[in-house]
């Protein structure tokens, strides 16, 4: 046996979750709970990735757009051992099957890699976990001298066996020639009227088969999700691993409870990071970092002693060291800030690149531009660069200085070192060194009368 192949299933409808959504597709961490699965099969380095779905096939697989999965349908959801023999078909003679659940999203690929490694043609792989409160789940019954001989659901166990408190977390590894021997063999005489993938361990038993037991290092590990409660159960686990990753790693947090990563986040030496932080897709820290209260941060790479400032928001930025972001600034995607730059409150960026300390401090819009050196954008400035149909490039060089209240209108493009007065509307390109001014000439007119009210 050399390949290893994992089947997945997630045919159940999920009916306690109380959602038109298939379960497996509600997320822990922004992630598809069937996403976390497959991706734990990827690092495994599995051959094969079988998943086996039912309830909202269409939906799941339209969720899940990968090329390296099988899909194998579940038409009538009549049990465990039904759904593992719906990818048989698929699985190699010599194959080494790992079965795993999109429910139980957060397994570690140590904890099963060391579970693989027990399949041989004479043994295989069952994972159990020991519970305080094992209600609920398949008790693990041994025999005198401590091999296991069965697994029980709780429904058909004694009293006896409702006290066992090693349980089965219903993931095991098991070569695919014992599973084509066995499957076919199960039974549905029980209370469920199902066929349990459990019952195969009986029969591995009896055909003096040895099962080795391996337990995880927690028991979030196996936790599966059946409702919401159980969903932020698990969230808040994976959320706390994560903020102790970052912590170890160099970073502060002021309150590890309240920081969400969802996607990977990489944190140099005394990066701080202040609470209801959320971190979202591919996001880079470097050393020295400040990030402030209530800010999202998105697919960015932030360069090292830059300062984010409270309720900012960041997406598909590029930003550099010892620049200044926010209060309230938000910074769209195609964002490139050089060194010492400062985007104030209330400035939305978008394709703009912005030179070495240059600044835009507030209430502007700065799209589809390229800003020089030490550039000074007033408030309330605006590159107008949607005419309706096409975008246009707003180009301002080094040392420009642009007064409040401006209008650039794209395509326009200003030298280096040219003024802009404030309240200007700029259409025509401004040779280096210029003074622009573009705006109606001032009237004041004696012995105006307002106008009033009448009765």
């Not at 029980?190 to 993938?197: D, H, R, T, V």
């Not at 794209?410 to 700029?426: E, F, K, W």
């Not at 280096?432 to 106008?451: D, F, K």
């Amino acid at each position: 046996m050399t390949s290893l192949h994992v089947v997945i299933l997630a045919a159940g409808q999920g009916s306690r979750m109380k959602s038109a959504l298939p379960k497996v597709l509600h997320r822990i961490a922004g992630k598809p709970m069937l996403h976390h699965v497959m991706d734990t099969a990827r690092k495994l380095g599995a051959a094969g990735i079988h998943g086996v779905i039912g309830h909202g096939a269409d939906d799941v697989k339209a969720v899940t757009p990968a090329t390296d999965v099988q899909w194998a349908i579940q038409e009538q959801q009549l049990g465990t051992g039904h759904a593992v023999a719906q990818a048989l078909p698929a699985l190699p003679d010599d194959a080494r099957v790992l079965i795993l659940y999109g429910d139980v999203p957060l397994t570690r690929p140590e904890t099963l890699e060391a579970l693989v490694a027990q399949v041989s043609e004479d043994s295989l792989g069952l994972l159990t976990v020991t519970l305080d409160n094992p209600d609920g789940y398949g008790r693990i019954l041994r025999d005198e001298s401590g091999k296991v001989t069965a697994i029980v659901e709780q429904k058909d166990a004694s009293d006896e066996q409702k006290a066992v408190k090693e349980v089965n977390t219903g993931i095991l590894a098991v070569s695919a020639l014992h599973l084509k021997d066995w499957l076919p063999r199960l039974s549905n005489s029980n209370a469920q009227g199902e066929y349990y993938l459990t019952d195969i361990i009986a029969m591995a038993a009896a055909n003096g088969v040895a099962i080795s037991v391996a337990q995880p290092a927690n028991e979030y590990e196996v936790q599966g999700v059946n409702n919401r409660l159980q969903l932020a159960e698990l969230e808040r686990w994976y959320q706390r691993q994560e903020a102790n990753r970052l912590m170890t790693e160099g970073a502060t947090l002021a309150d590890p409870s309240r920081v969400d990563v969802r996607g990977n986040l990489s944190v140099g030496q005394d990066v701080l990071i202040d609470v209801n932080v959320v971190f979202e897709g591919e996001v880079s820290l470097a050393s020295n970092v400040s990030i402030g209260p209530n800010c999202v941060i998105r697919d960015a790479t932030i360069g090292p002693g830059t300062r984010v400032e409270a309720n900012s928001v960041i997406d598909g930025a590029l930003i550099g060291s010892g620049a200044q972001i926010g209060p309230f600034a938000r910074l769209r995607p195609g964002t490139r800030l050089a060194d010492r730059t400062k985007v104030g409150n209330f400035v939305e960026t978008k394709k703009a690149e912005v030179g070495e300390g240059s600044k835009i401090n507030h209430l502007s819009y700065v799209g589809d531009a390229l800003l020089g050196r030490n550039v000074n954008v007033g408030a309330g400035t605006i590159t107008c660069n949607y005419d309706g149909v096409n975008k246009h490039k707003t180009v301002l060089g080094d040392g420009v200085f642009v007064g409040s209240n401006t209008s650039l209108v794209a395509p326009v493009s200003l030298a280096d070192n040219v003024t802009v007065g404030a309240g200007s509307t700029i259409t025509r390109n401004v040779e280096a060194g210029e003074l622009a001014v573009a705006r109606g000439r001032q009237r004041n007119i004696n012995n105006w009368e307002r106008p009033v009210k009448k009765d």
